[in-house]
């Protein structure tokens, strides 16, 4: 069954430094999204992304961030200048279609951020 | 933007029915989904309602009143794997915005 992967599962790292997360979405799929969840609180949206274009992001989602689709498998997030509130899960979620015509969401195992 | 309010916590008894409640303040609403997450694993998705009524998948179901901008997710015979978080989830054009989740604990 297809899935959707995320490496690495956990990345620890300094204050200020820079990381990026990778994802690879199931491979028909044409949405895809980066959500986080600080531990013991709500998943919440980041980023959707459609077309090699963002189509739509929230306020957590600023100039600190970027996505990129290098390549026609992996799917990135950015995190520039790493604060110690970044620490969280990050989800990245493929879907086949838009949500108003395909409803489910695919999310990887995620990747756990320590920033020390 | 979207506002959802479910309860904290939630816990039965293997066997049991329960039913976890959503209210949702939105803006460019699509329909409800659900989620499961164990353990702060990989939410999987449950059951989607576009339109008013009841959506029944094998032990789960889930209904959606626009008019009331409510929703529930009913869980029935109740099994200890069913102990998890579930989540609401708005959908919207381009995103779906997550409530804040419930903590089920199914006992024995």
Known sequence: E???TQTPSHQVTQMGQEV?????????????YWYRQILGQKVEFLVSFYNNEISEKSEIFDDQ????RPDGSNFTLKIRSTKLEDSAMYFCASQARELAVTHEQF?????????L | GQSLEQPSEVTAVEGAIVQINCTYQTS???????YQQHDGGAPTFLSYNGLDGLEETGR????LSRSDSYGYLLLQELQMKDS???????SSA???????????????
């Not at chain 1, 961030?65 to 990129?68: C, H, I, K, R």
């Not at chain 2, 381009?94 to 024995?108: D, E, K, M």
């Open chain 1, 2 to 4: 297809p899935e959707v």
């Open chain 1, 20 to 32: 990026i997360l990778r994802c690879v979405p199931i491979s028909n799929h044409l949405y895809f």
């Open chain 1, 65 to 68: 961030f970027s996505v990129e």
């Open chain 1, 107 to 115: 999310f990887g195992p995620g990747t756990r951020l320590t920033v």
């Open chain 2, 28 to 34: 460019g609403f699509y329909g409800l989904s659900w």
């Open chain 2, 60 to 63: 789960f179901s889930s209904f």
């Open chain 2, 84 to 90: 998890a978080s579930y989540f609401c989830a708005a």
């Open chain 2, 94 to 108: 381009r995103q779906l915005t997550f409530g804040s989740g419930t903590q089920l604990t199914v006992l024995p």
